[in-house]
């Protein structure tokens, strides 16, 4: 079965930056396309940036395109969100997903993590 697991995650200022990281158990001999989703309170879970596993092909939602910077290291099983120049609607709590397709669609992402929390004060 596999499990992700995400850290990283706290309360920061506005204009800080945060890394999150995901490491992925139970996965062998593949390289599943992942991503990083959010969800802040009384909203909708969205996507903020997918990764196939190539580790080159990325992409990201306009609310964070050349903020913040997805990455995966393969050979570790682990997965990265490098958040810059944070902001208070960038607080929300932050779940990685490991899917089939790359989409930007919750549906397409058949194994979550818990979610890691980060709160940017302003």
């Known amino acids: 079965q596999v499990q992700l697991v995400e850290s990283g995650g706290g309360l920061v200022q506005a204009g800080d930056s945060l890394r999150l990281s995901c490491a992925v158990s139970?996965?062998?001999?593949?390289?599943?396309?992942m991503a990083w989703f959010r969800q802040a309170p009384g909203k909708e879970r969205e996507i903020v940036a997918s990764i196939l596993g190539d580790g080159v092909s990325a992409d990201y939602a306009d609310s964070v395109k050349h903020r913040f910077t997805i990455s995966r290291d393969n050979p570790k099983n682990t997965m990265y969100l490098q958040m810059t120049s944070l902001n208070a609607e960038d607080t929300a709590v932050y779940y990685c997903?490991?899917?089939?397709?790359?989409?930007?669609?919750?549906?397409?992402?058949?194994?979550w993590g818990q979610g890691t929390q980060v709160t940017v004060s302003s």
């Open positions: 997903a490991e899917g089939t397709t790359g989409s930007r669609f919750v549906h397409d992402y058949p194994y």
């Open positions: 139970g996965r062998t001999f593949t390289r599943p396309p």
